[in-house]
């Protein structure tokens, strides 16, 4: 005879229901945490690529700054302003528009400084005649080397690229420096051809440091200095307690912000010689720009899987309400099949679950590999877009007679 429970409608019912809630729980808890696991897998993906190229195009920056610095080291304009302390005529203005109409550059800066670390000109405003040196480490110390020396730094007008070029005379001496300033401007847009938005300070403690303001755009105490930042972010930023919200970016990888529906990521600046940050870049990824398009495949996954394991479900009770199963001396094995079928059910979905987890792991390990893939895609894009720039460089300046018999002559010198 059958155990009274199989024979009960409303227990067997009862029963169903409890089982039923009991797989829904444990297929829901997977779910929940293979859906997690893969958005964290995809977003430190995205931050990692994120950097990568962040980095590779501040060291284009750097290095085309210096290009463009060396280009102009042995010009007769500069050399003669140098000589005389008097201005070039607009030459440095006028090469300046000429770099923003011919490359990405669109707004370098050019400056004249005496050996004695006095502004004999800036290409970008009349200001000059002001002893620099005094409250700039960084130009003592090229202008006492007399050697090329590149940095990040903050001065009294923006955060920038700047590189310090010595200029010398046809004698060999000493004149003084010409200064390359460049901006973030072309990394903000560069991120934003990628759908990634930036926000690009200057640490907070330089604020009285940075008379004028190239932007004139704060965040709190920290100073803007992508000058195309969206309003909308800028706005937001502003209105918020904004050293919490960095202190927080700052201890995690990133984080969900919901009011911007993005991934919010951070990117030191530092000065690897002096071991001090200079400034914060705060990378704003919208969640929707993120290829996390399989979380709908893995719902998918698991809806099916819920509806199979009803189905077996009320097949295996179904069996053990039907099925009366005796022995030559009248025992029934119907429970013992019960037994049997929950094993058999349990093992199989276990096998299930495993075959979609290895499918999971491989689908997210071919979405890192197209990651690499088109992260040196883009590296190589910004190498070569360096490299036609070093060749205007080259064409424009340096692939000149004097240039030429220069080089010749110190060659046989032996100093090159």
Do not use: C
């Amino acid at each position: 005879m059958k155990s009274i429970f199989f024979r009960n409608k409303y227990f067997l019912l009862g029963f169903f229901l409890l089982l039923s809630s009991i797989i829904y729980f444990i297929l829901n808890t997977l779910k929940t945490y293979d859906i997690e696991s893969y958005k964290h897998e995809i977003y430190k993906e995205s931050i990692g690529s994120a950097n990568v190229y962040l980095s590779t195009l501040i060291k284009e920056k750097q290095n085309a700054t210096t290009t463009i610095g060396l280009g102009l080291a042995s010009n007769d304009l500069i050399i003669h302003a140098l000589k005389t302390s008097q201005a070039t005529n607009h030459f440095l203005k006028d090469y300046s528009k000429k770099l923003s109409d011919n490359t990405d550059f669109k707004n370098v800066w050019f400056q004249l400084i005496s050996k004695e670390g006095v502004s004999i000109e800036r290409s970008w405003t009349e200001l000059k005649g002001d002893k620099i040196s005094d409250a700039r480490i960084d130009l003592q110390k090229a202008l006492f080397k007399q050697k090329v020396m590149s940095s990040i730094s903050v001065g009294k007008f923006d955060l920038s690229f700047k590189t310090i070029i010595p200029i010398f005379d046809e004698s060999k001496h000493y004149l003084g420096a010409l200064e390359v300033i460049t901006h973030f401007n072309s990394i903000s847009s560069r991120l934003e051809d990628k759908k990634i938005s930036s926000l690009i300070l200057a640490d907070k403690k330089y604020k009285k440091q940075l008379i004028y303001p190239f932007t004139n755009q704060f965040v709190g105490e920290y100073y803007v200095a992508n000058s195309e930042v969206k309003k909308n972010l800028l706005t937001y930023f502003q209105s918020i307690d904004f050293d919490k919200y960095l202190s927080k970016l700052r201890q995690n990888d990133y984080f969900i912000d919901p009011d911007l529906n993005s991934m919010i990521s951070y990117y030191p600046l530092n000065d690897p010689e002096k071991k001090i940050n200079l400034g914060h870049i705060v990378l704003i990824q919208n969640i929707a720009n993120i290829g996390v398009n399989d979380i709908s495949y893995i719902h998918y996954i698991y809806n099916i899987y819920f509806l199979f394991s009803l189905i077996a479900l009320a097949l295996v009770l179904y069996l053990s309400v039907t099925i009366d199963i005796k022995n030559i001396i009248g025992k029934s094995y119907s429970v013992d099949i019960v037994v049997y079928l929950v094993i058999v059910y349990f093992g199989l979905s276990f096998g299930i679950y495993k075959l979609l987890y290895l499918k999971y792991e491989g689908d997210v390990e071919n979405f890192k590999q197209t990651l690499t893939y088109q992260t040196l895609l883009e590296y190589n894009a910004v190498v070569n877009k360096n490299q036609e720039f070093a060749n205007l460089i080259f064409d424009e300046i340096l692939n000149t007679p004097k240039v030429i018999q220069l080089f010749k002559e110190q060659k046989k010198r032996g100093t090159i």
